[in-house]
């Protein structure tokens, strides 16, 4: 077992990579009555095309990994809720682009519900009727969420901006591509994606590090997992122009909703660089459009912006673009007004006292997330994945300057690689 301390955090996470590929972390929160533990596969959404060394390139239906996170939770004997539930315990799972996460949290008896955590996850359970009964369900959701005006603008957002990489393509799928879905395709998904060798369990709280790992690797000594060669993922090249510039959607709202993004090229760079791209965006996002800042003042004093009014930024593989938006009575006024502030601001550059605000706040916030086990489990999970270390934040956060932060303001606000989305209950004039 390899200790690996963070001194200016006071922390230490525990690590071991098992026999068969397996990476498990235990980070001990002395005084924590919670336990929080994710059992994640660096599997998502995106990995529709893929090749296993020494196997044929294999291309799944859209939406399988979401299906198989569903199917995931039947059990022969029962329900696996009721299990944990038993002891004390609450479980979830969820699916993202890029990673899948099952997870449970409970003040009691850890030891029995990572032990059903792993075993569930380890022990899939497909039949033809159980996969045909699965597509009517998520069928439904999928026809429930295009009636969902956040969902229907956000994807349609990132709909325009992406022609061909898969992050287009919704997360659960469409119902004509689950209707593809046989149990061969979620064993063949299953067997590639959650070998443990693409596998990292995390668990954080009021436990013993050794008491962990201990059981974690004699529950898999007492299993069987055939070697596996590595994973290829393929992704189609992407166009550097944006889909469509505008997207419109008809729903019933009461208030329009706007988003515009920014699309980049594709990281060129991983581990540590990526994260330093990452968080110099963000902090300039938060300077430009924090609850704070000059321009949201100024766009909710004018009753364009609500406090819905929000911005994130997302990179990974293949991909990288910026969201702004929210709820506005008028979604092409607030499109010229932020285009207009953004550009009186690039040619001034930002300024050193809310460069330096909005860094004590982001560095504030992390802090506080180490008080968090659900954020620290599920974080370090996502940067792990990215080749990042997710207690790196803290030392890059503390090492940008203005000078980057106003470099990355003037890369990013590309107008010619803006798109947006509007949903509004009428066709515009």
Not at 24 to 45: E, M, N, R
Not at 376 to 405: C, H, M, S, W
Request: aromatic letters at 12%; proline letters at 5%.
């Amino acid at each position: 077992m390899q200790s690996i301390p963070y001194p200016h955090l006071d922390e230490t996470i525990y690590h071991e990579k098992l026999d068969n590929g397996l990476h498990v972390f235990v980070l001990p929160k002395p005084g924590f009555q919670k336990t929080y533990a994710t059992f994640t596969t660096q599997y998502g959404s995106i990995d529709n095309h893929f090749q296993v060394q020494g196997k044929d390139v294999v291309r799944v239906p859209d939406g399988i990994a979401h299906f198989l996170e569903h199917k995931m939770f039947e059990e022969p004997e029962g329900d696996i809720f009721a299990t944990f539930a038993t002891n004390g315990a609450s479980a979830n799972a969820f699916t993202s682009f890029d990673r899948t996460a099952y997870l449970f949290s409970s003040t009691d008896r850890y030891l029995e519900n990572l032990t059903t955590l792993i075993n569930f996850v380890q022990n899939p359970y497909f039949t033809d009727e159980n996969v045909e009964k699965e597509k009517g369900i998520i069928g439904q959701e999928i026809k429930m969420y295009e009636d969902n005006a956040d969902w229907r603008s956000y994807y349609g957002l990132i709909e325009s901006l992406y022609a061909k990489h898969p992050i287009h393509i919704d997360i659960a799928g469409t119902v004509a591509s689950i209707a593809e879905i046989t149990k061969e395709t979620l064993y063949e998904c299953y067997n590639t994606f959650y070998h443990p060798s693409n596998m990292s369990l995390f668990v954080v709280g009021g436990v013993d590090p050794q008491e962990v790992i201990t059981l974690v690797k004699d529950n898999q000594a007492a299993k069987t997992f055939p070697p596996q060669g590595e994973i290829q993922r393929f992704f189609p090249g992407e166009p550097v122009e944006v889909k469509e510039s505008r997207r419109h959607i008809i729903l019933p709202v009461s208030l329009p909703k706007c988003l515009m993004g920014f699309k980049e090229a594709a990281p060129a760079v991983t581990g540590k660089p990526l994260l330093v791209r990452e968080l110099t965006t963000k902090l300039m996002l938060d300077i430009l459009f924090s609850s704070s800042s000059d321009i949201y003042q100024t766009l909710y004093d004018d009753q364009l912006i609500s406090d819905n009014f929000g911005h994130e930024y997302n990179c990974s593989d293949g991909y990288a673009f910026s969201i702004v938006g929210g709820d506005t009575k008028d979604p092409e006024q607030l499109i010229t007004r932020i285009r207009d502030e953004v550009e009186k601001r690039k040619e001034a550059g930002l300024d050193s006292v809310t460069f330096e605000r909005s860094r004590k706040k982001k560095i504030g916030s992390f802090l506080r997330m180490m008080n968090s086990p659900e954020s620290i489990a599920n974080e370090y999970t996502k940067y792990r994945f990215k080749g990042i270390d997710l207690f790196d934040i803290l030392p890059v956060y503390e090492q940008l300057t203005l000078e980057d932060v106003n470099r990355r303001f003037r890369e990013h606000f590309d107008w010619s690689k803006l798109a947006v989305s509007i949903v509004q209950s009428r066709e515009p004039s």
